[in-house]
């Protein structure tokens, strides 16, 4: 519902927002989302996986927010400021209109295409009344509650749920506690700064202008790296900053989701812990970047993973930021869930699990990257190892893809993506002069991609399976033209293509990844449709040469996007409602490939 200036009402179910009803911002550490009421309801700091301070989005009652909105908000709406990640919201009262400016600082001169330490452990929120009279409420509640203490310009939060770690709360306006109420006028303003880290003990004059100002100019150096002019251009470079607000930027890591067990469908408990970076999703997200023309992304994200799987000899499927395991997977006993959404998850047992198509995923990475540079002895030896790893382990079962939490099986697309490293491990050792067994790799590589298509083969289907011996369909075959393993228009995939959006079709161009009763992934409950997969179908339409279907199912697509230009994991495809965790890579990633396969595919 619109107001007659643009507005939406501002409504909620059970007490929550919509999940399409935030924005995100972040500084290369930490990332935070803003509802269109004015909270912050999600932010980890020091970093994406530490413990929540705010984390209201999974438990309105209890799991702490930052708020600052007008008493009496009728509506609201949402931008960003051009080419940035500085996210503005207005909102409405009866009596007048209030802009309030979020960011996450970044420091004055720091450059997002070096490894430098960008970010200032600091959240600023600055008011400005356009309209009228409003009473503004500022409410700082950190998830377990806070021992306030009246300081200087400010206030010092220490929070007993998160020890070691002190808050200072500075403002331009004094504020009465925790809990406040400022009477502003018409070109009045607030600025407040929100603080972690070591240095709380200085006082730091707040120049609210000047450090929004710092900010932007530092998003808007890294986006001028750019390059892309095709369909969708507005949604390719949000999608770009997107990815980036996902970047840990101090060592090349790059998370799924910025956030923890937002609900597959609501009530249900397929709810799971996205704050960590899997070496799939990363890799995905580098080849997307790479594509615009964003190298440094590449090179840091292959440094970083490189030297995690270093560390116990082997890649495994997930690490936190910092190239460890993340903690053992867990339920919280204390929250709620967003909407009822149980259990709360934190950590992911999808660490333990054998999925084998992260060798490929590493390698193919490498092998983008040496197209326009070289290969270095010390690297070319650990990705042999890799290689090697993967003419070892392709026929052994893994979770695969999706982590099922059941046996392991043959997944087609791990066996796949072993093909991948076999296949891109013999070209890098022939171009380069590499030591090892190009020959032996090219032919193993060539006996898969030949498995694939026979074993995976369902003649009554019409279709390749989700493993090699048989099973359901799996959208996760939509990717292997993408990589290269089979050609999008070989009848065998064109076929499959057919089989996917007739059997995994949920309406409007949406799939299933796959149907549970059919592959069984053991855990209970349904999901929404996964936005990648329908990314890879348009691929797949203008691979195959049927390029006005991809265009449309393309803009479609984008047409999903909240009105900031953020994505999520999954649609609900009833109501269109957004499922999962959010922002997603996964589903960023889909767009950006999409929009350069359509721009090449008018060439």
């Not at 080849?287 to 590449?298: K, N, V």
């Not at 990717?479 to 089979?486: G, M, Q, T």
């Amino acid at each position: 519902m619109l107001d007659l200036d643009g507005l939406a009402a501002v409504e909620r179910t059970d007490g929550y927002l919509p999940i399409a009803d935030h924005g995100l911002i972040g500084d290369g550490a930490t990332a935070a989302l803003v509802g269109r009421d004015g909270a912050i309801s999600w932010l980890c700091v020091p970093r994406f996986d530490s413990p929540p301070l705010f984390c209201g989005i999974l438990d309105h009652a209890r799991g702490g927010r930052f708020l600052v909105a007008p008493d009496g908000l009728v509506s609201s709406r949402q931008h960003y400021r051009v080419d940035t990640g500085v996210l503005v919201t207005e909102l409405r009262t009866e009596t007048g209109l209030v802009r309030l400016t979020d960011a996450l600082v970044l420091r004055a001169g720091a450059d997002l295409t070096e490894d430098v330490a960008a970010d200032r452990r600091e959240l600023l929120r600055s008011v400005r009344v356009l309209e009228g009279r409003v009473r503004l409420r500022i409410a700082v509640t950190p998830r377990g509650g806070a021992d306030v203490e009246r300081r200087r310009g400010g206030l010092r939060l220490r929070c007993p749920a998160h020890p070691g770690l002190d808050l200072q709360l500075d403002s331009t306006r004094p504020l009465a506690g925790a809990e406040s109420r400022i009477d502003l006028d018409h070109g009045e303003e607030i600025h407040l700064s929100l603080r972690w880290g070591p240095d709380l003990h200085r006082q730091l004059a707040l120049d609210g202008d000047g450090l929004l100002d710092q900010t932007e100019r530092v998003w808007r150096r890294w986006v001028g790296h750019i390059a892309y002019d095709g369909p969708q251009s507005a949604l390719v470079r949000r999608s770009a900053i997107t990815l980036k607000l996902l970047d840990h930027f101090a060592n090349g890591a790059i998370v799924a989701a910025p956030t923890s067990s937002l609900p597959e469908a609501i009530g249900g408990p397929r709810n799971w812990d996205y704050r960590y970076a899997w070496v799939r999703d990363a890799a995905f997200s580098v080849y997307a970047l790479r594509r615009i023309g964003l190298d440094h992304e590449a090179r840091g994200f292959l440094a970083w993973v490189l030297d995690a799987c270093e560390t116990d000899g082997r890649p495994h499927v997930l690490y936190d930021v910092g190239g460890d395991q993340p903690p053992p997977e867990s339920a919280d006993p204390d929250l709620a869930g967003y909407r009822g959404s149980s259990p709360v998850r934190w950590g992911n047992g999808a660490a333990d699990q054998r999925q084998h198509d992260v060798y490929g995923e590493i390698v193919d990475c490498a092998y983008l990257w040496a197209m326009g540079g070289s290969i270095d002895r010390r690297l070319w030896e650990r990705l042999r190892e890799l290689i090697e790893s993967a003419r070892r382990d392709w026929g052994t079962p893994d979770q695969g893809i999706w982590e099922v939490r059941t046996p392991g099986r043959l997944f087609t697309y791990s066996v796949a993506l072993c093909q991948v490293a076999l296949d891109r491990g013999a070209k890098l050792a022939e171009r380069f002069g590499l030591p090892g067994d190009a020959p032996g790799w090219r032919a193993d590589a060539a006996r898969l991609g030949d498995a694939i298509l026979a074993e995976a083969w369902n003649p009554a289907m019409n279709s390749l399976t989700e493993h090699l011996g048989g099973g359901g369909l799996d959208a996760s075959l939509l990717a292997l033209p993408l990589r290269r393993v089979i050609p999008a228009d070989h009848p065998r995939m064109v076929a499959t293509v057919e089989a996917i959006v007739d059997r995994l079709g949920a309406g409007d161009g949406l799939l299933y990844r796959y149907l549970p009763d059919e592959s069984p992934d053991g855990l209970a409950g349904h999901e929404g449709a996964f936005l990648l997969c329908s990314f890879w179908l348009a691929d797949n339409l203008a691979k195959q040469g049927r390029i006005d279907e991809a265009r449309s199912l393309f803009d479609d697509l984008c047409a999903r996007a909240n009105p900031l230009g953020l994505l999520p994991e999954q649609i609900d495809p009833g109501s269109g409602a957004f499922l999962g965790n959010f922002p997603q890579a996964f589903s960023h990633i889909g767009l950006i490939s999409s929009a350069v396969n359509l721009a090449r595919s008018g060439d």
